[in-house]
C-alpha cells in the first residue's frame, strides 16, 4: 500500500477540542441550502414559497448545467426565498415537517459492483445529490458530461477540531463501500481513498497518509499521489457524502444526515453531534452557553464563514466553531516575550513552549503588511509550489506564469496555513481563489 | 497604563476622518498601534492568526542589535582611552562611548522618523516598522568620529532612495541601511572608506585598519604582517572579540554571532545565507591563499587566511543582519545559498585584489541584493522545467 509522508505543514492546537462520541440533538425547526455555496452556479428555483417537499425532491437548478438540480434536505413546506441583488436566488428555508422522502429504485452490492456508468449516473442525477460531487480544479460542482480521470476521497479530517472521519467510516462501512463501489464506475481511471489507518475497500486504490494539516486536503493528497495537469478533471468526494450516496444507491432514499463538531475557544460544551444538512445555527448551539462577544463560523476555523444564529449551516461544512471575538490591547504587547497562555506562533518569536492548547480569539496579532519572507509561508505548504512566486503571478494577473508555477494543482484551502502563519497578515488563499477564477475566465 | 489609554482613546477622533487632523492619521495610528497592541480582529480568511506580525519582527532585529550596541560603546570608550594613553575601567569606556554614540543614534532615529512618517501621511499608507531596524543598522555601521550632519543625510538618503521610492518595506531593493552607508562611502570617502582608523581620540590621531594593513604591503605574508602592527592588537582573538578601532558595531565577530544565532533560532534570520556566507569567504579565500603560492604575486592580501578574513572588516557584521535580510535577499532556499556564498566570495575577491577599498562586505552584499531577483529566477526555472517534464508525459 502507497503510503505518503507529509513534512510541511501545522496542526493547530486550538482550544475547546470535542469529544469524539456522537450525541444526537434536537432537530432544527427549518432547514435551508443557500445557493451562493457553490462557485459559479447560476441557481434557477423549481418550488415556490408555501410548496410541500419531501426529503430528496428538486429545490432548484443550475443554469448553465439544468440536469444538475439540488435536493431537499428535509420534508416540509418552502418557509422563504429569499432573493439577493438581481434576484438571485440567496437561500431556500424549509419548514419541517415530517420524515417523508422522495424513494427510487435500490441496488444490492452484487447489482452495484454489476453497474454502467450511465445507470449509477442517472441514479444520482435524479436522486437530486450530484452536487456533492465537486471536481478539481476550482473546487467546484462537477459536470456530469465530464469523465474524471480519477476521484479522489479523502478519509482523514486534519483541519482544527474536525469531526474523526475514521471512526465515522468504521461505522457506516457497509454504505461507504457501496458509495466507493459507484463511484469507481464514474470513472475510466481510479478512485484514491487516502486515510489515515489504512482503510481497506474495494474498487479503490487505499493509500496512507501521515503527517500534519493540511494532509488531510484532497488538493494535497492529489498532488503526492498524482499530480493534476492542464486539461486534466479530477472528482472529490467527501467521505461523509461517499456515505451518503451509498445509503441512496442501498436504500433508494437520501438520508440526509451529517456529522458535525459543534466546538471552538468559545464553546462552553465542546460536542460531535448527528444533525440534518443545513440544519439552523441556533439549532446547533442551543444548549451552548455563549457570551455576547462570540463569532460563529459555519465551518473549520480556517476556512469556514462567519454567520449569525439565524443562519443555517454550510452544504459542505462539517463544523461549527465558536471563537471569543473580543480582543484586548496589551501595553507594548510587540516587546512581549509570550507565554504559552498569551502567544501561539509558529515561530520561536515567543517564549511559549510545550503542546498546550490554545485559547484562540480572533484577533488578527497585528495590520496588514508587504510581505517579509521568512519562509512563514513554505513551511506550511506540503507541496512542490513558490507559494510567494505564484502569489505575485496572480497579482500580476499573468495566466502563463501562474500556469507555469502549478495552479492547476492549487486550491484555497490549501493555503489558508499559509495566511494562518503570515507575520504580514496577507489573505493568501483568497488570492489563490483570485488566481483560479481568473484561470477559469481565460479557459 | 490605563491613563495613556484614556488619553489615545480620547484624542483618537481628532485624527479619525472628519476630524481636525486626520491627514496626520498614520502618525496617530503608528504611536497607538506601538504602545498598544492592535485589537484589529480577522475579517477575510483564517478566522484565528499566528501570535507574529512584521512589528515583532521588526523589534526583535533591533533586539538582535543590542550586543553589538552595548560592545560597540565599550570598545568605542576602550579605543578613545588607547589613543589618550590611559587606562580605564569597561564602565568608564561604556559611559565615554555611549555618550560619542547616542548623538548618532538620536540623529539617525530622527531623520528615519522624520522621513517615514512624512511618506505615510502624503502617501496615505501606515507607518512601516522596518524603519526601526533600518535606524537601529545605521549607526552601527558609522564612525564614532562620523558628522553628525552626515549621519543625517546618510540616513535620508537611506529610507528615502532605498526604501520609499519603491514603496516602502517589502518593496526595495537594496538593504536601506547599506544603501545610507554607501551613500557616505561615495561621497565623503575621507571618512569612510576602511583605510584609515577612526578613533574617537585626539586630533590628528590616526593609523591603519586591519584590512589596511596587509594592503599597503608588497610581497609579506599577511598574518606575519598584521601581529607585527603595535599601535593596536591585531592578532586573531583580539580581531574576534573585537577590541579593534571600526565602525561602532561591527568589530565583534563574537557579538555579532551572538545576534545572528539570536535571528537564527527565531527564524528571522536565513541560516542558509549565513552558512552559504561563510562557505563563500573560506571557499574563496582558499583559493586567493592558492593562488599566491602558485603565481608568487606581490598582493599581500591573497595570503590572508580564510578565519582572519571571517573576523576582519564588517563581513560579520554584514552577514548576520544585513545579508540575512528577507526581503532584499534571495527569496528561496536553493537561492539563499546561492546569494550567501557569492556574498561571502565577492567579499574576499573585493579586499583582495580590487587595489581602490580595503573593505568589501558592503559592496559584495549590495551587488548580490541586485541579483537576488536573478538566482531566484533560476531556481524557479528549475521549478517550472520539472513540472513542465511532468505535464508533458
Redesign the interface.
Known sequence: MNHIVIKKGHN?R?GGVPPKDVVSIAGSESVAISPKTFIGVKPKRMVSEGDSVLIGSPLFFDKTKPEVKWASPANGTIKTIQFGARRVIEKIEIKVEGTEAVSGPSFTSEQLVSADRTTLLTRILEANLFPLIRQRPFNKVANPKDTPRDIFISAVNTAPLSVDLSLLIETEKNAFQAGVIALSKLTNGDVFLTSEKGHQFQNSINQTISGPHPSGNVGIQIHHSK?M??GELIWTVNAQHVITLGKLFLTGSYIPDVILTVAGPGASKPKTVACKVGASIKSLIVDQNLKDDV?L?SGD????K?VDESQFLGFYDSSV?I?P?S?????????AL?SSDS????????L?FGEKEFK????????E????????W?KVLPM???P??LFRAILAEDIEEME???IWECDDEDF??C???????I????VIRKGLDLMELEG | ?RW??NILDKVEPVFKKGGKLEKLYPIFEATD?????????????????????????M??VVVALIPCYIFGAMNVGYQMALALGETSTWQQNLIRGGLKILPIIAVTFAAGAFWELLFAVVRKH?V?EGFLVTCALIPLVMPATIPLWQVAVATTFGIVIGKEIF?????NIFNPALVARSFLFFTYPARISGDKVWVAGPDGYSGATALAVPAAELNQDAVTLLESVTQFDFSWINMFNGWIPGSIGETSTLWCGVGALFLV????G?WRVIVGAILGLTGMAVLTNFMAEVTGSSNTMLTLPAHYHLVMGGFAFGVAFMATE??TGA???KGRWVYGFFIGALTVIIRSINPAYPEGTMLAILLMNAFAPLI?YFV?QG??K???A??AQ
Open positions: 493547530i486550538i499530480p495537469k492542464p463569532r463560523i476555523v480556517l476556512t469556514g462567519t466553531t471563537l471575538d480582543v484586548n490591547r496589551p501595553f507594548l504587547g510587540m516587546l509570550g502567544k501561539y506562533s509558529l515561530t520561536n518569536t515567543f511559549s484562540f480569539n480572533t484577533a488578527q496579532n497585528g495590520e503588511r508587504a510581505i517579509v519572507p521568512i519562509n512563514a513554505e512542490d509550489i513558490y510567494n512566486e507555469e508555477l502549478g489558508a496555513l495566511s494562518f502563519a503570515c507575520p504580514s497578515k489573505d493568501v488563499g483568497s | 497604563m495613556l489609554r498601534t506601538i504602545l498598544f497592541s492592535t485589537d484589529e480582529r480577522t475579517h477575510s480568511g483564517p478566522h484565528i492568526r499566528d501570535s507574529i506580525d512584521v512589528k515583532r519582527v523589534i526583535l501606515s512601516s514603496g516602502g518595506v517589502g518593496m533560532i527565531t527564524g528571522l536565513s528577507p526581503v527569496h528561496t532556499d531566484d524557479i521549478n517550472v520539472r513540472r513542465m511532468r505535464y
